[in-house]
């Protein structure tokens, strides 16, 4: 059976070509929109959709701050921002709604049993009904950032500034914390009804969503994983370090893929290839 060291020399995906982008600043999130549009949020404030060649729809503004998630729910687009607000947008990117609230940046959104929730700098979590009204609003912990947030069956799960994992039920009760990272959790994700979490401690982590228990810590990166992507049997932890590694169910790594050239900060499946992009003027396309 191949060793590790045999994992890590295996390079899975290649680097199938960088495609430009117009933004003016850093790209922070990626996102898929009905099915075949390629969705990017920026530092810059704007949105960009892009067709399946990745050649621009159109581009649209209106947050008055960094864009930080974006999340298709119920047809529209739905994007947080360091303005402190949730956008949505129509089909053809006509805002329609400015839902408000939070009193700093939304670092993430997430869609489960047709309510939206979203996690903020302001350490709260929000859960909005279908049509924009406010449901609930959990204080977690005042001022302490929440960064990230997902849905794992019927579950959500946070990700929190002490390192700290919430699991929480779809009528937003706490039912338990998983504690085991050493710094800020950025980026949660499922792969196969496990939850996968990437940390400021540069490591990833694998938990069993039944009993809580975390099954694997997986080392490797340099810098802090900013998101986790999930393609078919593989996982993808992205990392500050300027590398994308892939991970079997497991936890065995069977590559390390490099070629950017400032930090990585998200990623997305897209026509069937692992697109990521962050601090450089592109995204990269990985392909087999």
């Not at 990745?54 to 864009?67: I, N, P, Q, W």
């Not at 959790?185 to 069993?208: C, F, M, P, Q, T």
């Given at each position: 059976f191949p060793t590790t060291e045999i994992f890590e020399k295996m390079q899975p995906l290649f680097s199938k070509k960088n495609v430009e982008l117009e933004h003016m600043d850093w790209v922070s999130v990626l996102t898929v929109f009905n099915g075949d549009v390629f969705v990017t949020g920026s530092y810059d404030g704007t949105i960009q959709y892009r067709d399946r060649d990745f050649k621009v729809l159109r581009e649209v503004t209106g947050h008055t701050g960094s864009v930080l998630s974006?999340?298709?729910?119920?047809?529209?687009?739905?994007?947080?921002?360091?303005?402190?607000?949730i956008r949505v947008w129509d089909d053809v990117g006509a805002c329609t709604k400015v839902l408000e609230g939070h009193t700093h940046a939304v670092y993430g959104l997430c869609v489960c049993h047709n309510k939206l929730w979203s996690c903020s700098q302001d350490g709260r979590i929000r859960i909005w009904s279908s049509t924009g009204g406010l449901e609930k609003e959990i204080v977690v912990d005042d001022e302490k950032p929440i960064y990230c947030v997902t849905r794992v069956g019927d579950h959500i799960y946070t990700g929190h500034y002490d390192g700290s994992i919430y699991e929480w039920d779809t009528s937003g009760n706490k039912r338990r914390k998983l504690d085991g990272h050493e710094g800020v959790v950025y980026s949660l994700a499922e792969h196969n009804g496990d939850l996968w979490s990437g940390s400021g401690d540069k490591s990833v982590r694998i938990w069993d969503t039944t009993s809580g228990q975390c099954t694997n810590v997986l080392k490797g990166h340099s810098g802090p994983i900013a998101a986790l992507v999930g393609m078919?049997?593989?996982?993808?932890?992205?990392?500050?370090?300027?590398?994308?590694?892939?991970?079997?169910?497991s936890g065995n790594c069977t590559g390390t893929m490099d070629g950017h050239h400032n930090l990585i900060l998200c990623g997305v499946v897209f026509n069937y290839n692992l697109v990521t992009a962050g601090g450089d003027s592109y995204c990269k396309i990985w392909s087999k």
């Amino acid at each position: 059976f191949p060793t590790t060291e045999i994992f890590e020399k295996m390079q899975p995906l290649f680097s199938k070509k960088n495609v430009e982008l117009e933004h003016m600043d850093w790209v922070s999130v990626l996102t898929v929109f009905n099915g075949d549009v390629f969705v990017t949020g920026s530092y810059d404030g704007t949105i960009q959709y892009r067709d399946r060649d990745f050649k621009v729809l159109r581009e649209v503004t209106g947050h008055t701050g960094s864009v930080l998630s974006l999340c298709e729910f119920n047809g529209s687009l739905y994007s947080g921002s360091a303005d402190k607000t949730i956008r949505v947008w129509d089909d053809v990117g006509a805002c329609t709604k400015v839902l408000e609230g939070h009193t700093h940046a939304v670092y993430g959104l997430c869609v489960c049993h047709n309510k939206l929730w979203s996690c903020s700098q302001d350490g709260r979590i929000r859960i909005w009904s279908s049509t924009g009204g406010l449901e609930k609003e959990i204080v977690v912990d005042d001022e302490k950032p929440i960064y990230c947030v997902t849905r794992v069956g019927d579950h959500i799960y946070t990700g929190h500034y002490d390192g700290s994992i919430y699991e929480w039920d779809t009528s937003g009760n706490k039912r338990r914390k998983l504690d085991g990272h050493e710094g800020v959790v950025y980026s949660l994700a499922e792969h196969n009804g496990d939850l996968w979490s990437g940390s400021g401690d540069k490591s990833v982590r694998i938990w069993d969503t039944t009993s809580g228990q975390c099954t694997n810590v997986l080392k490797g990166h340099s810098g802090p994983i900013a998101a986790l992507v999930g393609m078919g049997t593989k996982m993808y932890s992205l990392s500050y370090d300027k590398t994308v590694k892939e991970w079997t169910d497991s936890g065995n790594c069977t590559g390390t893929m490099d070629g950017h050239h400032n930090l990585i900060l998200c990623g997305v499946v897209f026509n069937y290839n692992l697109v990521t992009a962050g601090g450089d003027s592109y995204c990269k396309i990985w392909s087999k």
